[in-house]
Every structure is written in C-alpha cells, then in structure tokens.
Nanobody, 120 residues
C-alpha cells in the first residue's frame, strides 16, 4: 500500500508563506493525479490544487496566483507553496492521490493532514 506523509504546517502571519510537503512511499506520479485539499471543522474537504499524472495543474479560484503545486520525481514528493496567506486559508491540509485509468484496481489515498493557521 502506498503511504502519504505530510509536513510543513504551522502558524504564520497574514501575508506570510509556507511550503507543505507530501512524501510518497513509491513512485506513482505517472499513474496518479496528486492534489492538496483543505478542511475546517464541520465542513467538507475542499480541493485546493491538483497536478495530473500528465503534468497539468489547476487551482481553486480562491488560491490561484498565490499557491503553486509541484512534484519532485527524484524525492517522490509533492509540494504546495503558499504565498500571501490570509486567515481564510486556515485549515487542515491533506495530501491526496487519485488513480487514473492506468492504475489498475487502485483506490484514492490520503495523508493524515497538517495544520495551517494564519493569524490576522
């Protein structure tokens, strides 16, 4: 089973920056779409950013222009670089792997999450 381990969360002031990391236990980037979601208590998880197995990137409207998702194929790590943070970005952030049609019998994978708190 593939494991996802997140790190990099913390407390940051309004306008600050953080980089989240998601270390993947095996090289699945060619057959999985990788994404970052976030969730606040009592609400559904929200897709923040995605990079497809093909390499296409897309972002939630609320973060486009401020956040960047990227993959390191050597370290088998996906990053979320977050800039110009606001209190609305406060959430638990989760790493996600969604299988494409090339990943036979695979299921979506999730990390345990990392807390990001932005103070005003």
């Amino acid at each position: 089973q593939v494991q996802l381990v997140e790190s990099g969360g913390g407390l940051v002031q309004l306008g600050g920056s953080l980089r989240l990391s998601c270390v993947v236990s095996s090289n699945i980037f060619g057959i999985f779409d990788m994404g970052w979601y976030r969730q606040t208590p009592g609400k559904q998880r929200e897709l923040v950013a995605r990079v497809t197995a093909h390499g296409d990137r897309n972002y939630a409207e609320s973060v486009e222009g401020r956040f960047t998702i990227s993959r390191d194929f050597d370290k088998i790590t996906v990053y979320l670089q977050m800039e110009a943070l606001t209190p609305e970005d406060t959430a638990i952030y989760y790493c996600n792997a969604e299988p494409t049609s090339l990943a036979s019998n695979a299921r979506p994978l999730w990390g345990l999450g990392t807390q990001v708190t932005v103070s005003s």
